[in-house]
């Protein structure tokens, strides 16, 4: 007889396992550095051989323009402007986002009203709304904060609306009948149990709020990510241009990770 049945016929509990998943980890880091010099490697073998490298650099070109950009100063100085106006435009998205998604969604009524009308904004192409800012705010940062705000409110709305509507009814309306206050069910039900919802809009729409800033400094700015890569262009200058590109998705991706630990450490009871 084998040792499990054993157990179970003895009306033994069997102790979970706990699975170390640091070699998988160690794996995926593996596999990544593969693959990414790899990549890297069939890129510096194409260019100059299989494509010209005035339309496509290699990554030593890339590599010496933002070593040389970092020792003068400009990549810090644009990537800060960038970094500011999205932070600020992120959370101005978000917690307006948040706000909206908690009072609307628990009401059935109220979310059919606004569903088409939210909607309708949110499939415009937020790229398309850039130069309608700049002319009511300049070509200042404020043009920037909006569009970032405005392509992560969408994305954070949706997400946390679906959070509050999976919510269990049973447990709101015990919460009700045991006389607590709606603001009281809200903050220790509802907000809780749209965590891990809103952590996913947060780390679909933190990409986005760069993308918006970017794109506001690309048609009217003298600072920025977006200017860099607008001004490297200008000049046919694509190690620049892809320099420039490179940063962005290093702040992005370094981000998204931070995001990824906060929301590990958050649920780490889970």
Do not use: C
Not at 124 to 146: C, N, Q, R, S
Not at 170 to 183: C, D, N, P, V, Y
Request: hydrophobic share 55%.
């Amino acid at each position: 007889m084998s040792t499990i049945s054993t157990i179970l016929q003895a009306g033994g509990d069997i102790a979970p396992v706990e699975h170390d998943e640091t070699p998988v980890k160690d794996r995926v880091v593996l596999y990544r550095i593969i693959v990414a010099v790899v990549f890297l490697a069939a890129w510096q073998g194409a260019s100059g051989r299989l494509v010209s490298p005035f339309w496509l650099s290699s990554p030593l070109e890339i590599a010496t323009m933002l070593v040389t950009w970092t020792r003068s100063g400009l990549l810090q100085r644009h990537l800060l402007v960038t970094f500011q106006e999205t932070l600020i435009g992120f959370l101005i998205g978000s917690v307006t986002a948040i706000a909206a998604a908690l009072a609307i969604g628990r009401s059935e009524t109220a979310r059919r009203t606004v569903d088409p009308f939210v909607t309708a904004v949110y499939g415009v192409p937020k790229v398309a709304l850039a130069p309608l800012f700049i002319m009511w705010f300049g070509i200042g940062m404020t043009p920037k904060i909006v569009l970032a705000a405005v392509s992560v409110f969408f994305l954070m709305f949706f997400n946390t609306m679906s959070g509050v509507r999976l919510v269990d009814r049973r447990l709101i309306e015990a919460m009700t009948l045991m006389g607590a206050s709606k603001f009281y069910i809200q903050k220790n039900v509802v907000l809780p149990a749209a965590l891990p919802w809103i952590f996913t809009g947060l780390k679909l729409g933190l990409p986005y709020g760069f993308v918006g800033a970017v794109a506001a400094e690309m048609m009217a700015s003298n600072q920025g990510i977006g200017f860099l890569t607008q001004d490297s262009a200008g000049q046919f200058n694509t190690a620049g241009v892809f320099a420039a590109l490179f940063a962005l998705m290093a702040v992005t991706t370094t981000l998204n990770e931070g995001l990824g630990w906060l929301e590990r450490w958050l649920f780490r009871w889970r």
